[in-house]
């Protein structure tokens, strides 16, 4: 059986964030990928340009940003979505008080390296949290995702930036959850870690898979895209 397979990218990715797993399961998924332009200004709009644009029925995956708009399709829509897969995202909104204005202050601090320095000294910086150091110095996986960066400006940047700021708490969304969940992050994923995703897979219940990505941080489909795939067969039954 191929299923309908809806996938959504994170911040400032696209396709290319896709790209193993798209052929690795191209004999049981049809994809169908979103990208996200300058007329997506908040999450609750690519959750919304999403449904008008998927099938009927389809299994759902977003990454990172892309997870926290999936959760916006399933609150929704839950009887259109037949499986869902958050990787490498949160749940909560900003938090309030320090903690957010600091968050706020290093997204901006990104943002105004990309229009003073260029997209790719912003990325070169964005990187030395998004993976792990033993893999800073692997030029085919950093040039990989810097180059998928740089097909975008820092006038997107801004727009996700500002949807992220202003993003949903999906926490009452998830004991809602009952059909197939794949729950997954990098062991070293420092942004989003396991520990946040136990604590997920926890409150969707009995229906969740946890799996946690040995040697991966945030960008696991690309840092570890086999065995991303594999979890996700596994999930698509």
Do not use: Y
Not at 64 to 84: L, Q
Not at 138 to 145: A, C, P, V, Y
Request: negative net charge; proline residues 7%.
């Amino acid at each position: 059986m191929i299923r309908p397979l809806v996938l959504l990218p994170g911040l400032m990715c696209d396709r290319t964030v896709w790209e193993h797993q798209i052929g690795a399961l191209s004999d049981i998924a049809d994809p169908l990928v979103m990208e996200w332009g300058s007329q997506h200004t908040s999450l609750v709009g690519m959750a919304e340009a999403t449904l008008s644009t998927a099938p009927e029925r389809f299994a759902l995956a977003g990454h990172s940003m892309g997870g926290r708009v999936a959760f916006e399709v399933f609150r929704r829509a839950p009887e259109r979505v037949t499986h869902i897969a958050v990787m490498n995202t949160g749940v909560t909104p900003l938090p309030a008080g320090e903690a957010g204005a600091e968050e706020e202050r290093g997204r901006r601090r990104l943002l105004a390296m990309a229009r003073t320095d260029g997209i790719r000294v912003m990325a070169q910086e964005w990187l030395k949290g998004m993976i792990p150091a033993h893999r800073q110095d692997d030029r085919d996986l950093t040039e990989h995702i810097i180059r998928m960066f740089e097909r975008k400006d820092a006038g997107l940047f801004e727009t996700q930036m500002l949807a992220l700021l202003a993003r949903p708490d999906a926490r009452p969304i998830l004991p809602q959850i009952r059909c197939p969940a794949l729950v997954l992050t990098g062991q070293d994923d420092v942004w989003s870690p396991p520990v946040r995703h136990q604590e997920s897979a926890d409150a969707i219940g009995a229906t969740a898979t946890l799996v946690l990505v040995p040697k991966s941080g945030h960008m696991s489909t690309m840092e570890q895209p086999e065995a991303v795939a594999h979890a996700m067969r596994k999930w698509l039954g």
